[in-house]
């Protein structure tokens, strides 16, 4: 599992992997479905014939004029032609006056022919659809009936549980059909996606045992739901507990951040949580300035580590001259108090299991608190009750839930907002607690590519870019070697280096590119050149070589390593390689490569098999490297998929209670040794490694906190530069098509078509006006664009996208990836609807591995692979 050193580049995969796995299988082909996906297969493919042929026999037609008289070429050759060109069908007072036209013209025999024969496939077609699609209906209604797909469907909306139970029973009145689109888009993501989400998707873990032969299909056995309470409305219910100046008091209380001392003035970064609802709090951030003076210097030192607003009170007052002081002490810190620049920690740890529990607990110090404490309590079992509630019963448990909190936030003095997101009460995963056995589902070959491909990974890592620009923006403002004693002041500049990386696109030379990362794109452009150059493997031939895939050379992926720049390969770095095996064809197929140092793994490990975290936690310490010192920051933002255990020795945080590392123990400092922008513990002048394992983009964190968030930023890979595209003619404009991207057996992108809107306009239109199963306009497009039977629809990439967290939010409220199969009567009848729903463009990327037409039910199982690749030996 370890690739061979090459000139101090070496990459090894970690022992083990994730597994996430769709609950529901996807049914298997029946007679009536086969038999239709062929009669629709042979008419796309007739069609295609057909169209190849008109361009050649256009052009006959047009070398016949000299064979016949000028009229009979004026009124049956030249329309014929045209009818030809455009691909519209001839009349067929036309056809009927060919006379010997064809015997003369092979192409027109030959056309004729082909017509012939896919009038008659599109007469088998039609009459295939109407079995085919009773048949589809039929196997819908069995999905609709899983308890799998009921459960999670509950949690977001009840009309859409309404809609599955009555598709389950089978109803087939005018509503059901209404409803048919929206019921069918579920049960395809439930039985063809592996994002985890409730009962949809079950995730686990095992050791990875490599075969040389595939293992069975992989399923998690014994799946159990872990139901949390949202920690947004938990820390919004704890934020308007402590505004109560009774309950603060007994608190731990720390400063919002450290001073920035210039011209006698003091500058903090204050953060204020906005409760919105939904699924994480939002801040807003600004900076504060207060006369630097002595008390507050005073009152700064004292709460490095966080000390009691009563004790603070009183050591205080001891400075500033005793008992009679204590008035002007308390008045000092009520002012500092109400302006958020002396806040009160947690009552309890932010990162705790049952935090209703210990809310609840730690309101029982105060007798007229007793009473709310119950009703948190009563929400917690409710909550926790969730896991085994029946399908039928959960909209009113989420109702019941909704309402307890709703009254429990109002009476607070926290009102939930009119405008605000909806309530999202808890969380539901799916998980298999016992380690799952993964024998045989990757053979060495499989984790050999993997590591080979991490350089080629790094070299288009938005990440590295970032990282280079984050260092350029360091040494221009403090210096080469220069120092940052507070974190929180370079955040918006490492905010602003992610929108400039982004904004830099492919990173091609030019005269407008940064400096910094000017090696990062000379290598880019090396490889594409060696890629497009004259008799390389990306260099354009005709029409068919178009649609070749692109495959890279084994040469030169393997020697990437070392050519990357001295800077991309001084500090270690880990990738989580998201895969899926296509038996058929015997390929991998690379979903996504992201960051690495466990973050896929860390939300879920509390609720698998101890081994999980004890692996884990070995692998990220050895992947740092010997004698490195890991550091992790865990803010929750009130989102629960950022709830995961310690995997190194220390953690940096505001409340020391907690965490063994202060903010304000740390420098951030450039390392002239390395060239690089590093954190260092002030006390030891230690350089640390600082992991963030979290979910929540680091853009819907405080600013305050990314350059923390960004120490390792890697995982924003993009390998589509790479990858030549043309565009195909289509009603409503053209469409951009890619081809796909393969290294050794491994499959990197695949085929993909980005639809603009008005194309995606002018197919919906089509298939409105067909027929109900529109076989015809279908098969036509698919000959047209050259569609596989199978796709994924998902939303163009927005235009003049950046790296922000308004960006981020847009992109989450778009419609999410849609398995289509171009072969299925019911999917076709739904297509037109699923259109709608992509007024800015789509895109058809090529499903692989492919979920329908097989003869058994299929599982989507997608396994994520760590990849790691060792830093500089000093």
Known sequence: MTQGQRDGYAVSCAPYVLVRATVMQYPAADRPTAAFRAELAR????????????????????????????????????????????GREPRPALLARLADLPARVPELAAWLTLRQSRAEALAAADRAAAPALAADRHALAALCRQPALTRAVALTSADLLRAVERAGAGA?????????????????RASTKTSPFSWFTAVGWGPLRPGTDAGPALA???PVPVVEANRTLVSALTQALLAAPRRRAGLPHRMASTARIADGRACYARSRPVFAGGRYLITTEEEVELPAGGPLAFVGAQCRRPVALAELTRRLSTALGGEQAAGPAAGFLARLVEADLLVPCDPFDPQGAAPLEQLAHWLRDWPEDHDLADRITEIGRHTSRFADTPADRRPAALTELTT???????????????????????SEDVVAPAPVRTDGQLAPDDTEALAELTPLAELFDLGQVVRRLVRDRFVARYGPGGSCPHVWEFGPEVATAWEQAWQLGTLLPGPDRPAGPAELAGLRAEVLGELTGPGSPGESGGAGEDDADLVLPTALVRGLGPRLPAWVRERPLSYSYFVQRDPDAGLLCVNHVYGGWGRFSSRFLDALDPAATAELTRQVRRGLGPGARGAQVRPVGGF??????????????????????????LDLVHDPVGDQVRFRLRATGEL???????????????RRLAALLCDHPQGVVDLRPLLPHRTLAAPG?????????????????????????AVVTALGAELAADQQVPVATVARWRALLGLPEQVFLRPAPAAGADWSADQLLTQLRQPKPQFIDLGSALQLRCLARWLARHPGGAVLEEALPTPAGHPAPTRAVELVVEAYRAGRVA
């Open 404 to 426: 307890r909190w709703t009254e429990l936030l109002a009476e607070a003095g926290r009102p939930v907002p009119e405008r605000g997101a909806p309530l999202a009460v808890l």
């Open 220 to 222: 998690l056995p014994n």
């Open 640 to 665: 629960n998929a950022n709830l995961h255990p310690l995997l190194v020795p220390d953690e940096i945080g505001p409340d020391r209670r907690w965490a063994s590392i202060g903010e304000s123990e």
């Open 688 to 702: 640390l490694d600082v992991l963030y394992a979290g979910f929540l983009a680091p853009v819907m964190l405080p």
């Open 172 to 188: 087939a009145d005018r509503r059901a059909r209404k409803e048919e689109p929206g019921v069918l888009r579920y049960a395809l």
């Open 733 to 757: 404009g053209r469409v951009l098509r890619t081809p796909r991207l393969t290294y050794r057996h491994l499959v990197l992108e695949r085929r993909r078509w980005q639809l603009p809107p």
């Open 43 to 86: 008419l796309s493919e007739l069609t295609a014939a057909l169209t190849a042929l008109g361009p050649p026999l256009a052009d006959a037609l047009y070398a016949s004029r000299d064979g016949h008289p000028q009229d009979f070429h004026r009124e049956v050759v030249l329309p014929l032609r045209r009818s030809v060109h455009n």
